[in-house]
């Protein structure tokens, strides 16, 4: 039996823990133990804020972008200068959007040694997938379906932001989304929960490391919570109105695994839940994210978002957006402007406790504290360090490795790839082959423009092949410059003669065709998601010139490609892949990286079956009930199976599974096994994947659900078994409550290489 004393000091998180062991009768060893826990960090927050004028709390609470050329003279007048004065009276607790150690350096200065209590800042930034040198889209690292190359993408994307005076990142994204209109599907991880919340946990930890004080790890943030992948109709920023199931099986669980991954801090949504502004829901911030869950961080607003709840008309103005942000648990106002204008005077008039200000107050210091920025707050400001870490070949190196485990073979008949390294004409078609600005994506602030590896490029550094290009087609026109919006309509089809002429010529024909990098990303939703422009007219061209083709896909989300599917040969999903874009394509065309990507997200046969997920429930008429009937749940015009499943992905090579067994341990701990065979010639990896469906509960459930996946590499011929073990946590489901409930009953396995995987059985429940 152990006696604990525990103190508290005002509200703050310091615990002084004392106990007492007292010794068994039963038991010889008779010494009391003693131990005492002291958070150290809490001591140091509540003296600084025992200093802090209310003025001063609320400024910690307030983030400033960057508002002029810091190596320059001060603002003199307007806006600028205003926000000049706050920052040099402590009133600005964080920027964004400053880069550099020269530019960090000299607002850091101001910070901390114009103020009068010296409060460093934090500085933020969207390092979304890198920072100069930039990794895959997050949504082609989640095809990886590698945790480590994942984490290590987000590692050496932290390297090179610290290294230049970054702090913080808002990121990672992870919504889950169904909908591939939505532009920032390319930011998540795709639209199951199960593989998006080892993604959260992977890419917390390799921006945050083990030790957030180190100068190289920066802290991550989740965002946004919660919902905001569910816009209606796939547009960005609209309604969000889901279920209680939805929200706590589907939504909740990847923000839950980056809290348990100790992510410092939380970004909430732009979008309404159910009829709450997210930034306003005291549900989502203090009930579940700061009561349930117990984090500790800071919740940051998004760009504005307290000012929108007045166009929500949730607020009636600005300052009663701001009481009601603060009661809600937002304790950083991102470019609002809200709180430092209007909370001191709504402490004073009673409107707002200031306990509450104390507490975000306490939470943004302590991430600061953590992160050494008091023990020193230019540590993050080493120009040598900076201008040699920045594109180091460490760090290319780790690009390219992700970028090639990001591919996805969808299709290849007859074995066309991988290409023959001598001795074939190959014609390259499309202006995204020679394009040196699209592979880097959307959010990709901090890289130069052209900095990217071309596909042209990474082709013609192979020697052994004839290779031509021809252009063909524009796929935008005009400016490509964020945040301006694209043009699309693409209509000139001067170049098709020239490129169907080098067809004709070739042995293969690769065309690379898709989207320009800032077709997706914020603001980018589309309606129709095929390929834009008139590159879907090239296509049929080019087809009729020679039929011996490789699709090479550069996007930013799902496209519908059903007609490609119908007669392309060899069809390759290569997204938008980063700086080092060209040799990761190159390498896997001509065989010296075997594809092992597998999708994270459906591809639809056509938009009007978007949203589409692999995970969706039975309904009470899912199949045809009688030859020629109509009432059952069905679209007149297209099959309801999508054109390419979750978790679906070809290899150069052949797998075959066999030899499942299910082996009940306890109650509540299953162990399943499955064969695995390279059935082909050459070397290769395959994710295995184990579903779950719950045959019958108190809240229905999804036809299946991902549980389980093993990447594993073998030789030909080589067999391995796969063990999977399943736990409560898989077995398990929220209910309406959001209780966690393990119920009894049968449950059938499911074991493959996609989501499509019919090797099964079943097991039961006691």
């Keep these: 039996m152990k006696n604990f004393l525990i103190i508290m000091i005002s509200s703050s998180l310091l615990t002084v823990l004392v106990s007492f062991g007292e010794a068994n009768a039963n038991s010889s060893d008779q010494n009391t133990v003693f131990t005492k826990e002291v958070d150290s960090i809490a001591l140091k927050v509540n003296a600084l804020l025992a200093k802090m004028t209310l003025e001063e709390k609320i400024g910690q609470m307030n983030q400033y972008n960057g508002f002029w050329d810091v190596t320059g003279p001060a603002p003199a007048h307007g806006d600028a200068a205003n926000k000049y004065e706050h920052l040099k009276k402590g009133w600005v607790g964080s920027m964004l959007n400053v880069r550099g150690v020269k530019e960090v350096r000299q607002v850091q200065k101001i910070a901390v040694e114009e103020t009068r209590l010296g409060i460093p800042l934090i500085i933020g930034f969207d390092v979304i997938h890198g920072y100069k040198t930039i990794s895959p889209i997050p949504l082609a690292e989640a095809a990886s379906w590698d945790l480590e190359a994942i984490k290590l993408s987000a590692r050496v994307a932290a390297e090179e932001a610290s290294a230049s005076g970054i702090n913080w990142t808002f990121a990672p994204m992870v919504d889950i989304s169904r909908d591939a209109r939505w532009g920032r599907v390319m930011e998540g991880a795709g639209e199951d929960p199960y593989l998006a919340s080892l993604i959260a946990k992977a890419r917390v930890e390799g ?10 790890t920066i802290a991550a943030c989740a965002k946004h919570f919660v919902g905001y992948g569910f816009a209606e109709a796939g547009r960005d920023y609209n309604t969000v109105d889901v279920g209680t199931s939805t929200l706590y ?56 978002s307290i000012n929108e709840m007045i166009t929500h008309r949730y607020a009636k103005d600005r300052r009663n957006a701001a009481e009601i942000a603060i009661n809600a648990g937002a304790d950083m106002d991102m470019e609002s402007y809200a709180y430092v204008n209007e909370l001191a005077s709504l402490v004073k008039d009673g409107k707002v406790d200031e306990r509450l200000i104390d507490d975000a107050v306490k939470r943004i210091l302590r991430v600061k504290f953590e992160l050494g920025l008091f023990d020193d707050p230019y540590k993050y400001c080493n120009e040598t360090v900076e201008k040699e870490v920045i594109g180091s070949k460490t760090i290319m190196d780790a690009v390219l490795d992700v970028a090639k485990k990001s591919i996805v073979l969808l299709k290849n008949e007859n074995n066309l790839l991988p290409l023959k390294k001598q001795g074939q004409k190959i014609a390259i078609i499309g202006a995204l082959a020679n394009d040196k600005t699209s592979p880097l994506g959307s959010w990709r602030i901090a890289a130069d423009d052209g900095t990217a590896v071309s596909v042209l490029e990474g082709m013609k550094a192979y020697k052994g092949n004839t290779i031509t290009y021809e252009k063909g087609a524009n796929v935008v026109t005009g400016e490509t410059v964020f945040p301006k919006e694209l043009t699309i309509n693409v209509t000139d089809k001067s170049g098709f003669a020239s490129a169907i002429a080098a067809a004709k010529k070739a042995d293969v024909v690769v065309m690379v065709l898709g989207e320009h990098g800032l077709h997706s990303g914020e603001g980018r939703s589309r309606s129709e998601i095929g390929l834009p422009g008139v590159q879907q007219e090239l296509l049929e061209a080019i087809y009729k010139a020679n039929k011996n083709i490789v699709l090479v896909l550069n996007n930013g989300r799902p496209l519908t490609i059903d007609w490609a599917h119908e007669h392309i040969p060899a069809i390759v999903e290569a997204w938008q892949l980063g700086t080092q874009s060209g040799h990761a394509i190159a390498q896997v065309l001509y065989g010296d990286y075997n594809p092992s990507g597998k999708l994270p997200m459906t591809f639809p046969r056509n938009v009007g079956q978007v949203p589409i997920y692999y995970n969706h429930k039975s309904t009470g008429r899912p199949t045809l009930q009688e030859p020629g009937s109509v009432f059952w749940s069905h679209y007149s015009d ?107 009953g049968t449950f059938s396995v499911f074991v493959g290489g996609s989501s499509d995987a019919t090797l099964t059985a079943q097991f039961e429940i006691p």
């Design 207 to 216: 921006f945050q490391g083990d030790d957030l004080s180190l100068a190289n």
């Design 249 to 304: 099986n589907v939504l909740l669980p990847p923000f839950k695994a980056a809290q348990d991954a100790g992510v410092r801090t939380f970004m909430n949504a732009f979008n309404e839940l159910n009829g709450i502004p997210a930034t306003g829901s005291a549900f989502l911030q203090r009930d579940i994210l700061k009561g349930d869950w117990n984090f500790q961080g800071f919740m940051v607003t998004d760009w504005g």
């Design 638 to 744: 297209v099959s309801n199976t999508p054109l390419y499943p979750f978790g679906y992905g070809l290899s150069y090579t052949s797998f075959s599974y066999t030899d499942l067994k299910v082996n009940t341990i306890s109650n509540h701990t299953v162990e399943v096994s499955v064969k695995l065979t390279n059935t082909g010639k050459v070397k290769g990896k395959e994710v295995v994947q184990l579903y779950l469906r719950d045959e019958f509960a108190s809240v229905t459930r999804p036809v299946k659900e991902l549980k389980g996946f093993e990447m594993v590499e073998l030789n030909p011929k080589e067999s391995k078994i796969v063990t999977f073990k399943l736990s409560e946590a898989e077995l398990g489901f929220y209910d309406n409550d959001g209780k966690f409930n393990v119920e009894p």
